[in-house]
Nanobody, 122 residues
């Protein structure tokens, strides 16, 4: 089992920045790829970004590429999502995820955090 706890959400104006963090506990963190998904009201959960277990490769949704950066610290068992130039359409609950192989499909990820709300005002 892997337990995930997100933090860092909040309210920000368009063009602003937020940094989300996810603390992992349980099984060996370094053996898992980590990801972020988001879900807006009335919409399906969508892929945002993922990072491989060794931090060597990252994947981003086209909608956030160039604005968001995912990173991890295997010594602290944490993964972060730096979000810059935020837009109102980024408003959603953001979820941290973990699994062996990263994909863009929510159904393939085994472990999920409880989510943190990000609201971007126009």
């Amino acid at each position: 089992q892997v337990q995930l706890v997100e933090s860092g959400g909040g309210l920000v104006q368009a063009g602003g920045s937020l940094r989300l963090s996810c603390a992992a506990s349980g099984r060996t963190f370094s053996g898992y790829s980590m990801g972020w998904f988001r879900q807006a009201p009335g919409k399906e959960r969508e892929f945002v970004a993922a990072i491989y277990w060794d931090g060597g490769s990252t994947i981003y949704a086209d909608s956030v590429k160039g604005r968001f950066t995912i990173s991890r610290d295997n010594t602290k068992n944490t993964v972060a999502l730096q979000m810059n130039n935020l837009k109102p359409e980024d408003t959603a609950v953001y979820y941290c995820t973990a699994d062996r192989i990263p994909t863009r499909m929510a159904t393939t990820w085994a472990y999920w955090g409880q989510g943190t709300q990000v609201t971007v005002s126009s």
